[in-house]
């Protein structure tokens, strides 16, 4: 399913559709399961859009050994923030969920306010009065 997940991925949204379509029909747990999908695979696109401080979330997964120096070294020689936070979500895409946790936590410290934006309701980042979202919990257990 993860093959065919990345296969799709790359198809433009009609296509994505009739993918989905079929597998709705098909195999309607697969489609429940991707309703609990993780933060980081659900916000992807904002996540590319919104996130500016990319560095320090890379020197915080390198200190918890979570990318090689190859991929650091990589992702630092970028230059925009957008092609740095595509490609680190590229990278985490597949990985556990208590990696992507780590991900999340290191993205929630240094984008705090697009992170807490990102889970409210309406998914869309906001003002800086902006209250914090539900996963304040959470992320305080793992800090």
């Known amino acids: 399913m993860r093959e065919l997940c990345d ?5 433009e949204d009609a296509g994505k559709y009739s993918a989905y379509t079929v597998i709705k029909n098909h195999n309607k747990d ?4 991707w309703g609990r999908d993780h933060f980081v695979n659900r916000h992807r696109s904002e996540l590319m859009k919104y996130v500016t401080e990319v560095n320090a979330v890379i020197d ?3 200190s918890h050994q979570l990318l090689t120096r190859r991929q650091s070294t990589d992702l630092q020689a970028m230059t ?3 092609d740095k936070m595509k490609h680190l979500l590229e990278i985490f895409q597949n990985q556990s969920e ?5 991900f999340y936590i290191s993205l929630w410290r240094h984008n705090y306010k697009v992170i807490n934006d990102l889970e409210k309701p309406d998914n869309r980042p906001r003002s800086a009065a902006s209250s914090p ?6 992320k305080l257990i793992y800090l």
């Open 60 to 62: 915080d997964l390198c």
């Open 133 to 138: 979202g539900y996963g304040r919990t959470f």
């Open 30 to 33: 697969v489609i429940e399961d």
């Open 7 to 11: 296969i799709i991925h790359h198809w």
């Open 80 to 82: 925009r923030p957008e």
């Open 98 to 102: 208590s990696v992507k946790d780590q």
